[in-house]
């Protein structure tokens, strides 16, 4: 009778163990965020065999409370000679909606985000099992101002000639 009754307590403290041993572990080692940004050159929406990645481009990492969408977090880095960023977020935040968001662009006719491609939605958790702390977020890219000559002969290629 009263290893029955005690069950549900040792379970309960199971539980409670176990969290704390996965808080631990995720307090402990930050993730890394990898993504890539690029300069959209033939102004179509996405990376073609022309997109240039684009060194010093300034990206934050934003995390809002699900309720509120308040800011309860925020990071930023610069993306280095292959437009590859890699910025730390401490802690886990299973409770937030996090996103990498385009900053800035140091080229002179590369600074407009595309309205599609300025955010990458980014999962900051290691609740659903993942422990690899290397995170890569979806590339995101700045428009050029004109696209380059020899883009609609390039975008031919995507274009199914019917
Ligand atoms: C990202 O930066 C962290 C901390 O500087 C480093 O430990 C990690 O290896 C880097 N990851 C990549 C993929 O470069
Ligand atoms: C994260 O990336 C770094 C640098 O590329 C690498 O050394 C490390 O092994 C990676 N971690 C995992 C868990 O893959």
Redesign the pocket.
Known sequence: MASTSARPFMLLALCVLLQAFISAQSSGSPF?V?GRVYCDTCRCGFETPATNYIEGAKVRIECRDRKSLQVVYSNEGVTDSTGTYNISVENDHQDEICESVLVSSPVADCKSADPGRSRATLVLTRYNGV????LSANAMGFLKDQPLAGCTELLQQYAPDT
């Open positions: 890394n990898i422990i690899n702390e290397n």
